[in-house]
Every structure is written in structure tokens, then in C-alpha cells.
């Protein structure tokens, strides 16, 4: 809960939290949380991009914060932090 909370920002405890690997072209480990409540702006329509609360990580390396290409938007409310082993690290550390 510890972890949530500081992954999260969030002062509740998670509602389901999803730890799982996959191995493949791609390997990586992931731990995804859904929050208790909904985000207050979740439904907020217009021209304001969505960010998703998914951290990158290479080899324990922070690469960037909002990764748009990991979940689609309909999903920007999941939180958590994914670690891959093989993922070339020139990608650029900038957003």
C-alpha cells in the first residue's frame, strides 16, 4: 500500500493491483494499479491531452514518466511502473 501510495500520489489504497512478466521479442515486468475512486477530470472532453501515470524504466533506469505508447487512453486512470531488460537505452530521456 506503501508503494501505491508513493507511486500514485494517491491518499486511498488501490482498488486491484496486476504484477506480471512477459518474456518474448520484448521482456518486461509491470505492476499496474487501478485507484479506489475516479479520477475528478477522467470524463473532462476537449483539446487537454490525458496523461497516463505509467513510469518507464530500462534496467532500473527512470526513462520518462508518461509513455503514450504502453496503454491507450480510454486506460489513463491505471497507475504503475513497467521495467523492461532489452529495451535499446537511446531513447531519448526528454518529454
Not at 62 to 82: A, K, S, T, Y
Request: net charge negative; proline share 4%.
Amino acid at each position: 500500500v506503501a508503494f501505491y501510495k508513493s507511486v500514485s500520489n494517491d491518499w486511498e489504497e488501490h482498488a486491484a493491483v496486476k504484477h506480471f512478466s512477459v518474456e518474448g521479442q520484448l521482456e518486461f515486468r509491470a505492476i499496474l494499479f487501478t485507484p479506489k475512486r475516479a479520477p475528478f477530470d477522467m470524463f473532462d472532453g476537449g483539446s487537454k491531452k490525458k496523461h497516463n501515470h505509467i513510469k518507464l524504466y530500462v534496467r532500473r533506469v527512470f526513462i520518462m514518466d508518461n509513455c503514450e505508447d504502453i496503454l491507450p487512453e480510454w486506460l489513463q486512470f491505471v497507475r504503475g511502473i513497467v521495467d523492461s531488460e532489452d529495451l535499446p537505452l537511446n531513447i531519448s530521456r526528454e518529454t
